[in-house]
């Protein structure tokens, strides 16, 4: 993939725990998703098993910069239409406003209440 078509692929919702959820969700949809090469599946599930066993490398590697890395090369790795149209789908807005429900003052309704007696 280039850059100019990846740059700013995953738009920024603002915060870094909105946009740390959108990144988690789209890659549990490419991973669902048959269109994804089942090779490619291996970056992220590897990452999250290294996080889990960090003692697989000797050295200073931090567990959190594995993750990060194998999410991103997933996601870039991933074809560009199919992390479209999972964005799209994860950032809809229906449009619209909220109101709040209208209930009936006027309408009341009868009833009684008997106890059953067994």
């Not at 920024?12 to 549990?28: C, E, M």
């Not at 909220?98 to 067994?118: A, C, Q, T």
């Amino acid at each position: 993939m280039s850059e100019d078509k990846n740059h700013g692929i995953i738009p920024s919702r603002g915060g870094v725990f909105n946009n740390l959820a959108l990144r988690i969700k789209l890659v549990l949809r490419l991973l669902g998703d048959r269109r994804v090469n089942p090779l490619l599946k291996i970056l992220p599930i590897g990452s999250v098993l290294y996080f889990l066993v960090p003692d697989l490398a000797i050295g200073p590697i931090d567990d959190v910069l594995v993750v990060w890395l194998g999410s991103y090369l997933f996601i870039e790795l991933c074809p560009p239409e199919v992390v479209q149209e999972h964005i799209e789908a994860l950032t809809l807005v229906i449009p619209g406003e909220w109101r709040e429900p209208k209930l009936p003052e006027d309408e009341v309704i009868e009833g009684e209440f008997r106890e059953r007696r067994e």
